[in-house]
Structure formats: C-alpha cells, structure tokens
C-alpha cells in the first residue's frame, strides 16, 4: 500500500528582508528604489531623534534596539538578509553596532557613506577633529559664529560666553548651550541666495559645520566662500575597520545584487 500524499501546498518562502538604518537622505532614497521593485521587503529603522520624519516608502520601525546585542536579535526575528546602513556620517555608535551586529547572526552589510566635501578655490577651513577642537579654534577666528554642528553636542561650545552664536537645527538644540545663543529651527535644502542672506542678516564672521557631505545642506560652504568667511570643519569619525564602504545609492544596489537571495530582483538594473 502507498503512503497518502500530503495534498498541503510548501508555505511560499518570505520575500527577502533588507533592513536600512536611515535617517539620511540617501536612506530615503534607497528605501523608495527598494520598495518599488516587486518581491523585496523593506524595512527603514530610524532613531527617532525627529518627531515628524516624513513619509518613508517601505516598513519603518523606530528607536534603539539596544546596543549591538538588541539589534543582532532584530536581525534574526525578523530574518534580515541584508543590512544596510545609511546613517549620517556622524553617527558613530549605531555604525559600530551594526558592523558587530551583522558579523555575530552572518548577515550581509554594507555602510552606504556620502563623499565628504572638498575645499576648493577661495575656501578659508580651518579642519578640527572633534567639536571640542572646533571650539577651542573660534575665539582667534571671530566673534559672531553660525554653528551647524546639529542640535545634539552644544555642550562643547558653551563655555565660550564671549562669542555671539546662531544655531539651526530642525529639533530645538539640547542645553548646555553657549550664554549668548540664537536658535534657528529650520530643515534643509537651503540654497546658496539663503545662506548668504542668513550670514550677512546676522553679521557672521566665522561657520562651524560637521564634514556631512551631500547637497542639501552644501549651500552654508558656498554662501562662505562669497564671503570670505573662515569655516571650521569637524572632520568624519573614523570606519570601523574592514566595513565595506560604499558611497551611493546604485552601489548598494549592486552590492545587495550579489547576494543569493535578491539576485534575480534585477536591483541595479534600470
Ligand atoms: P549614534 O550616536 O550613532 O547612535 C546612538 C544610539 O542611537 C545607537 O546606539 C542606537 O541605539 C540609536 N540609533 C541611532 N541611529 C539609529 C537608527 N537609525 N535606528 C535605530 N536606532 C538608532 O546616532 P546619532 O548620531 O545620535 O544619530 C541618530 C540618527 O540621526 C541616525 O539615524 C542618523 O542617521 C541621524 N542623523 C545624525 C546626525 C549626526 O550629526 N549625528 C545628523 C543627521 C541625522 P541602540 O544602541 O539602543 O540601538
């Protein structure tokens, strides 16, 4: 006598899972050409630093997971096949926990990493390696300062109470704050016309940015330039070493590609 067949249809297997660490522009982006393409889920995890973070194609999950260990459990519940990470260049701690998340369950990973900007022609940077440096710098360069370091890390400059300062930050900034403070609250782009009327509105005499790269916020080093303005640049934490670094959007494509599981999605094709 023969075995009855079970007649119960294999469960389809799960679309493959890519997990983005976002909170950047180029995560935003990626997360709209993910979600686009047929058979790929997508889920944006965000920090939620921002309390209206604006629409996100694809899942969007929100707050720390709990150090490296937290995000590792994330990864396997939620069986991730791949990690990308798209934080901000400053984002130091939630890059480590990632490349340590991802080596402890076997997860692919890649850092998607904007190029940092370039001094050009006419330019007047003064480079610090931390905020701290950056602070310790100001006071030989000028007296009324136009700080854009983010409203997270203040503190670093709040004990210079000579000097005249406008923040901007799309959050209001975290006290400590220098005594002699003006706070702007404003999200990018802001274009080069805009900065220039900014700075010359508030008679800065010396800029304060973090090496963030991209466009949308490029237009204060432009406006700078025009004035002859100085600009302390703080510069990008380092990688952890042996990451794999790319620095846009199709070459994260290309590198999700060749995993096993999303090969035939044609990720990077047209
Ligand atoms: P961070 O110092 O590197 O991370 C601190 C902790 O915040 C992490 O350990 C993690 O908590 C949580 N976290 C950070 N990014 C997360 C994410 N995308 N999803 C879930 N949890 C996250 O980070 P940060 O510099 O504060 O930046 C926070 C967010 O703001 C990031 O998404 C970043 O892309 C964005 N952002 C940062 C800057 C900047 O200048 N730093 C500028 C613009 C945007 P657990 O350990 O509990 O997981």
Same mark, same amino acid.
């Given at each position: 006598?023969?075995? &009855?067949?079970?007649?119960?249809?294999? %469960?389809?297997? %799960?679309?493959?899972?890519?997990?983005?660490? +976002?909170?950047?522009?180029?995560?935003?982006?990626?997360?709209?050409?993910?979600?686009? =393409?047929?058979?790929?889920?997508?889920?944006?995890?965000?920090?939620?630093?921002?309390?209206? %973070?604006?629409?996100?194609?694809?899942?969007? =999950?929100?707050?720390?997971?709990?150090?490296?260990?937290?995000?590792?459990?994330?990864? =396997?519940?939620?069986?991730?096949?791949?990690?990308?990470? $798209?934080?901000?260049?400053?984002?130091?701690?939630?890059?480590?926990?990632?490349?340590?998340?991802?080596? $402890?369950?076997?997860?692919?990973?890649?850092?998607?990493?904007?190029?940092?900007?370039?001094?050009?022609?006419? #330019?007047?940077?003064?480079?610090? $390696?931390?905020?701290?440096?950056? /602070?310790?710098?100001? &006071?030989?360069?000028?007296?009324?300062?136009?700080?854009?370091?983010?409203?997270?890390?203040?503190?670093?400059?709040?004990?210079?109470?000579?000097?005249?300062? *406008?923040?901007?930050? *799309?959050?209001?900034?975290?006290?400590?704050?220098? %005594?002699?403070?003006?706070?702007?609250?404003?999200?990018?782009?802001?274009?080069? /016309?805009?900065?220039?009327?900014?700075?010359? #509105?508030?008679?800065? #005499?010396?800029? *304060?940015?973090?090496?963030?790269? +991209? /466009?949308?916020?490029? +237009?204060?080093?432009? /406006?700078?330039?025009?004035?002859?303005?100085?600009? *302390?640049?703080?510069?990008?934490?380092?990688?952890?070493?042996?990451? #794999?670094?790319?620095?846009?959007?199709?070459?994260?494509?290309?590198?999700?590609?060749?995993?096993? =599981?999303?090969?035939?999605?044609?990720?990077?094709?047209?």
């Amino acid at each position: 006598m023969s075995r &009855p067949t079970s007649s119960r249809p294999t %469960p389809p297997r %799960p679309a493959p899972h890519v997990l983005i660490l +976002g909170g950047t522009t180029e995560a935003r982006r990626l997360a709209a050409d993910l979600a686009a =393409r047929t058979g790929v889920r997508v889920t944006t995890s965000l920090a939620g630093r921002v309390t209206r %973070p604006g629409a996100l194609a694809g899942e969007v =999950r929100t707050g720390g997971f709990g150090g490296p260990e937290g995000l590792a459990a994330w990864l =396997r519940e939620q069986h991730a096949d791949a990690l990308v990470d $798209a934080t901000h260049p400053f984002a130091e701690t939630i890059t480590a926990n990632a490349v340590r998340a991802a080596a $402890a369950t076997g997860t692919p990973a890649v850092i998607l990493r904007r190029p940092g900007w370039q001094a050009g022609p006419g #330019d007047h940077w003064h480079p610090a $390696a931390s905020l701290a440096e950056a /602070a310790g710098l100001l &006071p030989a360069l000028g007296r009324r300062v136009f700080l854009t370091t983010g409203r997270l890390g203040l503190a670093a400059f709040a004990h210079l109470s000579g000097l005249h300062f *406008v923040t901007r930050s *799309v959050e209001p900034p975290e006290p400590p704050l220098p %005594p002699d403070t003006r706070v702007l609250l404003a999200r990018g782009p802001f274009t080069v /016309a805009d900065e220039t009327a900014l700075l010359r #509105d508030h008679r800065i #005499d010396v800029l *304060v940015t973090k090496d963030s790269g +991209g /466009a949308a916020t490029a +237009g204060k080093l432009a /406006a700078a330039r025009e004035l002859a303005l100085p600009v *302390v640049v703080v510069r990008r934490p380092p990688l952890p070493p042996g990451a #794999d670094v790319v620095s846009d959007v199709p070459a994260v494509l290309e590198r999700l590609e060749r995993l096993e =599981r999303l090969e035939r999605l044609g990720l990077s094709g047209p």
